[in-house]
């Protein structure tokens, strides 16, 4: 823990300034891979959406100021010569921005507007306030003059294409401060009134993250010099309940990567299991709340989008395993049986809709089922059978059994240890050669291998392993192991893409998910090894979606949550271990 409650530096370019329970930040990042030249106002509702332009002005000339941007969690400033501009949120729908010396520009992204798309601007005189109304978000963003003045106003209830906002400015010289408010607000509210000093939100902003980074990461030290910014990430992309989202989410990100994919969840929980038990459940719970009449689970979750089309992997009965030993009030019998009936519907569908007649084991239809979308195992065929399914299944079973046990169903434990036995055996007997894991064609019935990261995931079995098996599996891991991290394809080979999605980058799921099965299975120097280097990764290149297997560059979406996550699961075992 630190004294200095300000917290941690860091570039909004990579992560986005925001607060706990917001659907918007504070970005440059306003599409996919694409950045502005100024900070937005970005919602996650309905969408990713810029909403509204930030521009700090030069007070003499009027023209755009050159600034340099500063963040923590608790304030963002903007830092010209001669003057500034502060933002702090209020609440999780309403930031407080303050200006000295350095006028705001406040307007809308979009020019255009039209019967569909686009902004609205215009001043309401009910609320002594101007409005932008944006289609693409369907929330009002009502901006509050508490001091200052406006200095111009422009596009007021225009239609088509126009420029749409308004100038903060200091009042006098005697007066060198300005100072609005901006929520986001459904229809209507009632005026804004001011309820604290802008210093004392300052204060309350940083309470609010350092009391969270103590609860989640109170093991941190010098150690783990990335702990405190993994908490931020995290703590700023939970969203309170909306939309589609019924319970407190963390997003994968406030970036482009705004949902809630049915794997990545499971990384966040864990990750808060100690400190923040209820916040830990609502991340397991979250996708079976859509869990469809299969026992299906959707394969993402956002504010106004259930997707269905794809599902993931079946890592959910390993990941309560874990779950229930890390949280600090184990659950009780209501929430055993609860998860029990939904893990048991979620197995029945990879059982049923998922096995072809006459086969034991369940196949996938798309890479994306496996959360490695375009892993070279899927190059011959995309509907196959593979051993990290059969693998995460049985683990799945087992767990299925013990709840069964807890829960005094005798009969049923015995039944899915019967099942998880049958389908280890058959996995073992269908897909081993010996040396190697290979992939089945569900139509062709062909097999291959591939240079894959993948078709070593089996190791997730761990204890359940002949001692042979796993040993080969930790050799060949090894031989993915770069000075960063696991590489999800092998660097010799043909198919390696530095920049490959999961045909060559290092993604934190797969080291958490290898690193915990060498551990079960007796290999620790090799899974301290790969704990070790993906946290030195994430000390030096912080929280991407995935990482340059080759440089350690950060790629993609940068500021990831189940990255984050991973970091704080593997340092805190590191600390518990007596890490220095």
Not at 545 to 551: G, I, S
Request: net charge negative; proline share 6%; glycine share 6%.
């Amino acid at each position: 823990m630190t004294a200095d409650r300000s917290g941690p530096a860091f570039s909004v370019h990579d992560i986005p300034f925001s607060t706990y329970g917001s659907w918007f930040g504070i970005s440059p990042v306003v599409a996919e891979k694409t950045y502005a030249e100024d900070l937005h106002l970005v919602s996650h509702q309905n969408g990713m959406h810029p909403v509204l332009r930030l521009v700090p002005l030069d007070a003499a000339t009027g023209d755009r100021a050159e600034t340099r941007v500063e963040a923590r969690p608790g304030l963002l400033s903007w830092i010209g010569p001669d003057g500034r501009v502060d933002l702090v949120y209020e609440s999780p729908d309403t930031v407080r921005l303050r200006g000295a010396g350095m006028p705001l520009r406040v307007c809308a992204a979009a020019r255009t507007l039209t019967p569909f798309s686009g902004t609205y601007f215009f001043h309401d005189a009910a609320a002594g306030a101007y409005v932008f109304t944006s289609y693409e978000t369907g929330r009002r963003y009502r901006v509050t003059v508490l001091s200052g003045t406006v200095a111009d106003a422009f596009g007021s209830q225009a239609l088509g294409d126009a420029d749409r906002g308004l100038t903060l400015a200091d009042r006098t010289d005697a007066e060198p401060l300005w100072e609005i408010a901006v929520e986001e607000l459904d229809t209507a509210r009632p005026p804004y009134a001011s309820t604290a000093p802008f210093n004392k939100i300052v204060e309350a902003a940083q309470n609010s993250f350092s009391d969270f980074a103590d609860t989640v990461a109170p093991w941190r030290s010098s150690a783990t010099p990335a702990a405190e910014l993994a908490a931020y990430v995290v703590w700023s992309a939970t969203v309170r309940p909306a939309g589609l989202v019924g319970r407190p989410a963390v997003l994968m990100s406030k970036h482009w990567m705004d949902k809630v994919w049915s794997w990545d969840h499971c990384f966040n929980a864990l990750a808060l299991a100690p400190g923040c038990p209820e916040l830990a459940r609502d991340q397991y719970h979250l996708p079976f709340d859509h869990q469809d009449e299969t026992g299906a689970l959707p394969d993402s979750v956002t504010h106004s989008e259930v997707l269905n089309n794809f599902v993931k992997p079946p890592i959910h009965g390993w990941a309560f395993a874990h779950l229930r030993r890390r949280l600090t009030t184990p659950p009780d019998r209501a929430e055993l049986a609860e998860t029990y009936h939904r893990l048991e519907r979620w197995t029945d569908f990879w059982l049923t809709a998922r096995c072809a007649p006459d086969t034991a084991l369940p196949h996938y239809q798309h890479g994306n089922d496996s959360g490695w979308d375009n892993a070279t195992t899927f190059d011959p065929e995309r509907v196959a059978v593979t051993a990290d399914l059969a693998a995460f299944l049985t683990l799945q079973l087992h767990e299925l059994a013990d709840l069964a046990a807890h829960l005094d169903m005798p009969d049923e434990a015995r039944r899915w240890t019967r099942t998880a036995r049958a389908t280890q055996e058959a996995m073992l007997d269908q897909l081993w050669t010996g040396d190697r894991f290979v992939a089945q064609g569900v139509g062709s019935g062909d097999t291959w291998h591939s240079r894959s990261l993948l078709d070593l995931v089996p190791i997730v079995l761990g204890e359940h392993l002949p001692d042979e098996i796993s040993g080969v599996l930790a050799e060949r891991i090894e031989a993915h192991l770069t000075p960063y991290g696991l590489a999800t394809e092998l660097p010799t080979s043909p198919h390696y893409l530095a920049d490959g999605y999961w045909r060559g980058p290092i993604w934190a799921p797969a080291t958490v998910l290898i690193e915990d099965g060498l551990r079960r299975a007796g290999h620790h120097a090799l899974a301290d090894e790969i704990s070790a280097r993906f946290r030195a990764l994430c000390e030096t290149h912080g929280f991407a979606e995935n990482f340059d297997a080759l440089t350690g560059k950060g790629l993609r979406d940068r500021a990831y949550t189940w990255t984050a996550s991973s970091y704080l699961l593997l340092a805190e075992a590191h600390a518990q271990r007596g890490g220095h």
